[in-house]
């Protein structure tokens, strides 16, 4: 199947292209890795005011949405140019805050969420919280539902020295009841759609850097970028991207429609678009030899993040165990 943006999508995607392009997000992903994240909050109230954010929020919370098929274009984006902070997570805080409705703290929070006044992040039951140092409020899952985290434990970094992971502490249950269950179930699911999109954003800047590179680096007196070898080997980390594509923009189609296998369709595109991620990682690290693994080198930052988040959100082989499950939606 084929899918493709209508002008007004692909306007969307050119003004986030062209800001980012702007604002040098390599050095905005050194301060957040170094835990100073004053260049990449400006980044994301940048990114706000262009309504990336109001895209997961109703419009009765004063958003956009939510419009699974804009989250997937600016996410592609976001991860083309290596954009730090709880990006999938904010968008997982937006479902699990639109399932819980009036029952949750939905009016207090989304508003806010939309317009970029702060930056939220989730952790799953027993898990880190992506960023919460960062986050001006961590929802996470406890035994009796849902809380709001009043600290956080040590930082630590994961491959991707811009994911700052740290288990939340502390809160009182905001919310307790089945409800919880089923809105984080929902939450998790567009959490790893959001991070799918991010990581064949990420997989394609990869392409688009080694492919600069090999143009300009020359061996016996040719750039490398002559040699069928080469070629093949990027031809090859291209295509696995653009299979990936159309199976992400399936998963946003399927989502916006209420599908019953919606779950299904997000975790074939996760695991499509992170392992197509994860191979042209691989591709650009050969193909630029040591200097690949120089972690100053700006290629190094869309290495470790297409490696963290090939795991983020759902392994490849829980992705295939819930692709594989029976078409009962019941089951």
């Not at 996410?75 to 083309?80: S, T």
């Not at 709880?86 to 639109?98: K, S």
């Not at 394609?204 to 490398?224: D, H, M, N, S, W």
């Amino acid at each position: 199947m084929r899918f493709l943006l209508d002008a007004e999508q692909t306007a969307f995607v050119r003004t986030l292209d062209q800001l980012l392009a702007a604002a040098d997000t390599p050095a905005a992903v050194r301060a957040w890795s170094a835990g100073d994240h004053g260049p990449g909050r400006a980044l994301w109230e940048r990114l706000a005011g262009t309504g990336v954010f109001a895209l997961a929020v109703p419009e009765e919370y004063d958003g956009l949405g939510p419009l699974p098929v804009e989250i997937a274009a600016a996410f592609v984006e976001l991860g083309r140019h290596a954009v730090p902070g709880p990006l999938a997570e904010t968008v997982a805080v937006c479902a699990l805050l639109r399932g819980l409705g009036d029952r949750g703290p939905a009016k207090e929070w989304l508003p806010r969420i939309a317009s970029g006044e702060v930056l939220v992040t989730m952790a799953p039951a027993g898990s880190y919280a992506l960023d919460a140092d960062a986050a001006d409020a961590v929802f996470h899952v406890v035994a009796d539902g849902l809380a709001l985290a009043t600290g956080h434990g040590r930082v630590r970094a994961s491959l991707d020295p811009a994911r700052r992971l740290a288990r939340p502490m502390g809160g009182e249950p905001l919310v307790t009841g089945p409800a919880v269950r089923d809105a984080v179930r929902e939450a998790a699911d567009w959490a790893s759609f959001a991070t799918a999109a991010q990581s064949l954003g990420t997989g394609l800047a990869l392409v688009e850097r080694t492919v600069a590179y090999v143009k300009q680096r020359t061996q016996f007196g040719t750039p490398i970028g002559g040699f069928q070898a080469i070629k093949h080997q990027l031809a090859n980390a291209l295509l696995g991207l653009e299979f990936a594509r159309p199976l992400l923009y399936g998963a946003a189609v399927a989502l916006a429609g209420g599908s019953p296998v919606a779950g299904r369709d997000v975790a074939a595109a996760k695991v499509a678009c992170g392992e197509a991620a994860y191979a042209a990682a691989r591709t650009a690290l050969q193909l630029h030899g040591a200097i690949g693994y120089t972690a100053e080198y700006d290629l190094s930052l869309w290495i470790g993040k297409a490696t963290a988040l090939r795991t983020a959100w759902g392994t490849p082989s829980e992705c295939r165990a819930r692709v594989l499950e029976t078409a009962d939606p019941a089951a």
